[in-house]
Structure formats: C-alpha cells, structure tokens
C-alpha cells in the first residue's frame, strides 16, 4: 500500500505493508498484525489467509539512523483475494508481483537525499510505485527464505 502524504510524517507519500504498534487487546505480534492489516485495508486475514509465520525483526530507520523501533514481520499466504477497503492511513493498494522481484525484473535504484549527499539504494519499480528502504529489506528477506 502507498501512505499518504501527510506534512511531518516521516513516511508520507511511500510504499509500505500494513503494521503498526500493539494495542493493550493484541495478544501477541501476530495480533497486531492482523489487527492493523484490517484497519488499514479492510482485510481480514483469518478469512482469506493462512499464517506461514514471521520472518526476522527489523531495526526501524529513518533518515539513515535508527529508531528504537523493532519490527517483526509476520507472513500470510492468501488462500483466494480479499476485498480492499482503504483507511485514512492508505490512498492507494496493489499486489507487488514477487515473482518477477525475485528474478530482477522490477530491479532499479532509489535516490535517497540526505541534507547534501545522495545516496543510491536498491528498491524496485513496479507501475507507479516505488519499493524501497524497510519494505524492500522485509520483502527481499522474504524471496531469500523462500527460495532456501
């Protein structure tokens, strides 16, 4: 899904997974995961989905430092297509083609500007949208356990 801009948010306008913090209800991450991925897009996982399980935490970044933030990333393999309903916290949602990601085809690079120096990162590029930063890092992390 891509946010939407929003003026001091750090992530404004960027592709990005559903997810955020736990609430005091979530039992566990999964919880969570599955809570947020609802509200945000409307999809709820324990009808269309089965959990595969969770992939290695990630140290949070922004703006080339990290946060104390630590992500942990929980994956579902989707039993039939879910209907999308976009939040407030979404202007837009697509399926990525990992197929294609995994063999290159969507590979490029992203210009991250930081105060005066440029930085060229991986990312891909699939219609409109640019995959780049933490999600890139998740779903790359994805493809290379699943081809283990």
């Known amino acids: 899904m ?5 003026e001091g948010d750090r992530w404004s306008g960027q592709v ?8 005091e209800g979530d039992v566990d991450s999964i919880a969570t995961a599955r809570r947020e991925t609802h509200e945000e ?4 996982l324990h009808e ?4 595969l399980g969770a992939l290695d935490d990630v140290q949070a970044m922004a703006s080339g430092r990290p946060l104390s933030t630590v992500i942990t990333p929980h994956v579902f393999s989707q039993l039939r297509a879910p209907s ?3 939040s407030m916290e979404a202007d837009h949602a697509f399926w990525l083609p990992l197929g294609r990601a995994a063999r ?3 590979d490029s ?8 120096s440029k930085l060229y990162l991986p990312c891909w590029r699939y219609q409109e949208e640019v995959v780049w930063g933490l999600t890139h890092k998740m779903l790359r992390s994805l493809l290379v356990l699943a081809q283990t």
């Open 84 to 86: 999308i309903v976009l």
């Open 16 to 23: 990005c997974l559903p997810g955020g913090k736990a609430e």
């Open 109 to 116: 690079q992203y210009e991250y500007k930081t105060g005066a």
């Open 104 to 106: 290159g085809e969507l």
């Open 2 to 6: 891509r946010r939407p801009v929003h």
């Open 48 to 51: 269309c989905s089965r959990y």
């Open 41 to 44: 897009l409307g999809v709820a």
